[in-house]
């Protein structure tokens, strides 16, 4: 790739950034009142991170059941409570595991 596409693609790529982040302060004249509206805004990231984060989870390995005991492993600790550090230590240990469980069949 030359500079000039590479130049041109960062500007695009920066260009269309800015303008997702930049529109709806401009186009937000008064404070939302709505609960509605204020309840759906508050679960945006978290829809969003589920959506990009789920299925990635499931083919970051090669085999999809390991990578789902894994993910099923991240979501129990996680529900209980467990730090990032346990969660993502245990989730690798089990999908680690499985693999080798699911090679020795």
Excluded: C, H
Excluded at 27 to 37: D, E, G, L, P
């Amino acid at each position: 790739m030359d500079d000039k596409r590479f130049w041109l693609y960062l500007l695009v790529l920066a260009g269309s950034t800015y303008l997702i982040r930049a529109i709806p302060f401009a186009a937000m004249q008064r404070k939302v009142k709505s609960t509605f509206i204020k309840s759906f805004l508050y679960y945006i990231p978290y829809t969003v991170l589920s959506a990009m984060t789920f299925p990635a989870a499931l083919y970051a390995t090669g085999n999809t059941l390991a990578a789902a005991t894994g993910l099923i492993t991240a979501t129990v600790l996680a529900v209980l409570g467990k730090g990032l550090t346990v969660v993502a230590i245990a989730s690798s240990v089990t999908v680690f595991a499985a693999e080798q469980l699911l090679n020795l069949i």
